[in-house]
């Protein structure tokens, strides 16, 4: 198993996507720590991997609030050991017109996100340059590489992307590496919510995309253990779409500029 005997700590991860990569990498071998703002959700998901037979630890954290952090790297450090993989995937994304934001609304989308990754990163980082080695995990979004709306979402993803050049950059000498994911459409529970309202939304949506599917947590979990593991031992720095090629171009468009010429 890749991960027998690590210890990695992922935030968000009571749902969704974060939920997938706890469990994926309680099941190649690795100690998790589950960190959610919510704190039945951490305890789920840490009880699912508990059940398969893997070691888990719920942790109630407000990724925007250094307290929290700390206490979350803390308590990873007392159960199993310092945190050798920081997986950076709680996010927030409000759903309103940029007019309509609100200063409040801008600031939790962007503290969740992108000040998260940087407090959890900082809280993981003495510990990792101690030892020589460690890797950091971003989960950044195609919304950081072209207008697909949520502006304040979009703008702490994006700052993710450059966040992980700096971490990668800074502390390779150290032995960290540290990539990003970018993931496109998810099937998450999110998005299963605006499908009850909207049960054409899926085939709208996978039109835009080249292999003409949505995608799946586990696509992109698939992509951010390959960072993690020894596999991309000499791979840092890099913004990894996982996004059915989205970001490459689009079909509907061409065929559109076509069909006019």
């Known amino acids: ?46 009880g699912e991997i508990s059940e398969a ?39 927030k994304a409000t759903d309103r017109d940029f007019v309509d934001l609100d200063e409040e609304q801008w600031e939790s989308d962007v503290s969740v996100a992108l000040k998260g990754s940087f407090l959890c990163s900082r809280a993981v980082l003495p510990t990792m340059t101690a030892r020589g080695s460690g890797v950091i995990i971003n989960v950044s979004s195609v919304n950081a590489l072209g207008y697909y709306g949520n502006e304040a979402y979009s703008a702490a993803k994006a700052g993710i992307l450059s966040l992980t050049r700096s971490l990668a950059v800074r502390y390779g000498p150290s032995g960290v590496r540290a990539n990003a994911v970018v993931p496109g459409t998810l099937r998450t529970p999110a998005w299963e919510e605006r499908r009850r309202q909207d049960p054409g939304i899926f085939e709208r949506v996978a039109a835009w995309y080249p292999l003409g599917r949505i995608g799946e947590p586990e696509d992109v979990a698939n992509a951010a253990l390959f960072l993690a593991s020894e596999e991309a031992s000499w791979i840092t720095g890099v913004a990894l779409p996982v996004d059915g090629g989205l970001l490459a171009g689009n079909l509907g468009m061409m065929e559109e500029i076509v069909k006019e010429g």
């Open 1 to 46: 198993m890749r991960f027998e005997g690590r210890v990695a700590i992922v935030t968000g991860g009571g749902s969704g996507l974060g939920r997938v990569l706890a469990l994926r990498l309680a099941a190649e071998g690795a100690a998790v720590v589950v960190a959610d703002v919510v704190e039945e959700r951490a305890a789920a998901v840490a």
């Open 53 to 91: 037979g893997g070691r888990s630890l719920a942790q109630t954290t407000d990724v925007s609030n250094a307290t929290d952090v700390e206490a979350m790297v803390e308590a990873a450090r007392q159960a199993f050991g310092p945190a050798e993989i920081l997986i950076n995937n709680a996010a």
